[in-house]
Each structure stands twice: as structure tokens, then as C-alpha cells.
């Protein structure tokens, strides 16, 4: 099974946490040169690859305007994934983009919310409401779309479990059927770092995280990965490869590709990218020991965890069982995954791994 990725480059206005990279641009000239080049990349790929999946993320896939994005999503009518996601912000979409990106063939939405808290959207920078998020969704469900993801934050500055609560009851009164939440990072750089605001208690990031596992299984949504919590079938098949060590090769500026044992990222700058295509500005081939780690940690992001080759075991032997003695790792034959404890410190126990 294999994927492409579609990294958008524009955005409206740069969230105050946000380190991804894109451009502020309304520009329609560069707009269009950049899915000129992008076509050009797309027709470039190899004659036999044939993603099951694509997902067209960014940047924001949806600031373009209406007749930009008729103009241009036709180029990816050659492809005929199975499953074909787009990321939508809230303060970018209209019934007319949603369904002509339904039209399009897309069939599942990521909707950017992040938080229905006026405090939380205003200390993240975003440039919509609550209510615009609200009536996204429900604009989102009436062109059609039947798999649709709410993509919420936890851990903002000044946000406390209520108010945490009150965002889940939100997001599960729309009746999503998946749901991606995410901690907070302070990113170097952004402005969030920089501002160095008063930042949650870890104790208190737990409990949230810990509520939010709970009030997401009672609502019926199965916990699949870290951040990723789905109704049964509607798991994010396409971030699902990135998981399992799957093949992908991703299209844009700064877009990343895995395949063929082969690791590279396209060029971070969107003016080089229209002028010269797709330069590679990091390229690695790893070898099979420095595979097999990723697989590993990648695989261990997943709740049902990975099966271990036996040249793994034998190598990480010792550090499974002392993981396991400290109640972080389960191990059952093979099998190994995450211990519940240790998913909200998934990074210091990857750190053991790698
Ligand atoms: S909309 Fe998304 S990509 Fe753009 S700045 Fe905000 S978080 Fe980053």
C-alpha cells in the first residue's frame, strides 16, 4: 500500500504556535504558479505508483479562493485513491469550496478547529470562531462529506479541565467520526514560545489527557494512536502508513517522502520550488538497522503496538523488560505496545528505543 502527500503552501495568517512550513499569500499569481509546479511534479511520479491514499495538507488547502482551487484540483482526477483527505480551516471555507472539493472526488475533511474557546483561539493565533468552526462542520456534512475529522489542542495557556471539557462536549455534539487531539508544543521560534506565556502544569496536562481518553471512549471512539481516536472503520488510513512503515511519497514545498528505502524532503521555499521543481534539500537512505528502530517507534505510536522482528528483540531485549519492569511497556510474545501510563510520555520511553 502506498500514499501521496500534497503539502498546500499558503496560509491566511501564521498561527502564534504554528513551525509548518507556508507562505501569508493571497496572491493568485503565485497561487497558480505554485499548482503549475505542482502539476509538473505530479506528472513527474512514477508511471506505476498508484497511492490508495492522498492526503492534501499544508499550509491551508482551503485559502485559496473558489475559482483557484476549480481551476487547479482537477490535476489530481488522475489519481483514484481509496481514501482522499484535504485539512479545511474553519476561516477559509464557504458551501461553494466545500462542495466543489467534494465534487472533486475528496472524501474525507480535517477540519482545523483546535479549540471552541474564544480565549484558547485568540492565545493560538487562529483567525476563526467558534461558531465558524460549528458551521464548517455542519456546511461540510450537507456537500456530502460522511468522514469527517475535528482537530482540536490541548495544553494552551490559561486552559483548564473545564474548559477542556467543554470543547470535547462541542466537538462530540457535532458527531465527528474522528477526532485528533494534540498537546501543545512550544515550537522554537513561533511567537508562542517567544511570548514564554505561564505554560500548563504537567500534572494537569495528565489529567487532561487522561479525560480525554476517557470521555472519548464513553462517546464510542476507539483510541488508536497517541493523538488519534476514531469511530470503528474510520481510522486515518493514510496517517496509518506513516505508523505501520509504509511508502508515501509526498508532493510541494517542504513535503517529505519515504520510498523505496529512501528518505528526502522537498525544498522548504515556494519560489524555488516554482523556479527550479522539486529540489531535494535532505535525502537519506537508511540502512536496515536505522529502519527498523523507526518502524519500531513508529509503530509503538499505535495502541495495538508492533511485533518485533527477532533481530530487534535481541538487540532491545534488555531495554524491553526494564521498560516493561517500570510499568511503561506491555510485552506479550512479540507483540510489544505502549502501557496506558506511558502514552502521555511516549517520547522519553521512544528516547530508550533509539
Ligand atoms: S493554519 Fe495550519 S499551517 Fe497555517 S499557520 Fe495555522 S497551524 Fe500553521
Given at each position: 500500500m ?6 498546500i ?13 507556508s ?13 503549475q509546479?505542482?502539476e509538473k511534479?505530479l506528472?513527474s ?6 497511492p490508495?491514499t492522498i492526503?492534501i ?5 482551503t ?11 482537477p ?17 477559509t471555507?464557504d ?14 475533511l480535517?477540519?482545523?478547529?483546535q ?16 461558531e465558524?468552526a ?9 456537500a456530502?462529506?460522511d468522514?469527517?475529522s475535528?482537530d ?11 474548559m477542556l471539557d ?7 455534539e457535532?458527531?465527528?467520526?474522528h477526532?485528533a487531539i ?9 511567537p508562542l514560545?517567544?511570548?514564554n506565556?505561564v505554560r ?5 496536562e ?11 471512549a ?12 476514531a469511530?470503528?472503520?474510520f481510522e ?14 509526498g ?5 517529505h ?8 524532503a ?8 516554482c ?9 537519506e ?9 523507526e518502524t519500531?517507534?513508529?509503530g509503538?505510536r499505535l495502541l495495538d503496538g508492533?511485533e518485533?522482528s ?16 517500570a510499568?511503561?511497556l506491555?510485552?506479550?510474545g512479540?507483540?510489544v ?6 502514552l502521555f510520555v511516549?517520547?522519553?520511553?521512544f528516547a530508550?528505543?533509539?
Amino acid at each position: 500500500m502506498s500514499g501521496l502527500y500534497i503539502h498546500i503552501p499558503f496560509c491566511v495568517r501564521k498561527c502564534d504556535y504554528c513551525a509548518f512550513y507556508s507562505e501569508v499569500s493571497n496572491d493568485r499569481k503565485k497561487q497558480a504558479q505554485f499548482f503549475q509546479a505542482l502539476e509538473k511534479e505530479l506528472n513527474s511520479l512514477p508511471p506505476d505508483f498508484s497511492p490508495e491514499t492522498i492526503f492534501i495538507g499544508g499550509g491551508t488547502p482551503t485559502a485559496p479562493d473558489f475559482q483557484t482551487l476549480a481551476e487547479f484540483f482537477p490535476i489530481f482526477g488522475k489519481f483514484n485513491p481509496q481514501e482522499f483527505s484535504v485539512e479545511a480551516n474553519p476561516g477559509t471555507v464557504d458551501e461553494a469550496k466545500l462542495s466543489l472539493l467534494r465534487k472533486s472526488g475528496l472524501n474525507r475533511l480535517s477540519i482545523g478547529v483546535q479549540s471552541f474557546d474564544f480565549q484558547c483561539l485568540e492565545t493560538l493565533g487562529r483567525i476563526h470562531s467558534a461558531e465558524q468552526a460549528e458551521t464548517a462542520f455542519r456546511m461540510a456534512r450537507a456537500a456530502g462529506f460522511d468522514n469527517i475529522s475535528i482537530d482540536l489542542m490541548f495544553g494552551t495557556p490559561g486552559q483548564t479541565l473545564a474548559m477542556l471539557d467543554a470543547d470535547l462536549t462541542r466537538a462530540l455534539e457535532l458527531g465527528p467520526e474522528h477526532i485528533a487531539i494534540y498537546n501543545l508544543m512550544y515550537e522554537e521560534g513561533t511567537p508562542l514560545a517567544e511570548r514564554n506565556p505561564v505554560r500548563l502544569d504537567e500534572e494537569l496536562e495528565r489529567e487532561m489527557y487522561d479525560h480525554i481518553r476517557k470521555r472519548l471512549a464513553d462517546a464510542g471512539f476507539v483510541h488508536y494512536e497517541i493523538s488519534n481516536f476514531a469511530k470503528p472503520g474510520f481510522e486515518c488510513r493514510h496517517n496509518l502508513l506513516y505508523w505501520t512503515g509504509g511508502e508515501y511519497i509526498g508532493c510541494g514545498p517542504a513535503a517529505h517522502s519515504h520510498w523505496q528505502g529512501t528518505r528526502w524532503a522537498n525544498v522548504s521555499d515556494l519560489d524555488d520550488y516554482c523556479t527550479n521543481g522539486p529540489r531535494r534539500e535532505f535525502e537519506e537512505t537508511l540502512d536496515s538497522d536505522a529502519k527498523e528502530r523507526e518502524t519500531l517507534v513508529m509503530g509503538l505510536r499505535l495502541l495495538d503496538g508492533v511485533e518485533v522482528s527477532s533481530k530487534v528483540w535481541k538487540k532491545q531485549q534488555e531495554t524491553f523488560q526494564a521498560l516493561e519492569k517500570a510499568g511503561l511497556l506491555v510485552i506479550e510474545g512479540r507483540r510489544v505496545w505502549l502501557s496506558g501510563d506511558a502514552l502521555f510520555v511516549s517520547d522519553a520511553v521512544f528516547a530508550e528505543l533509539v
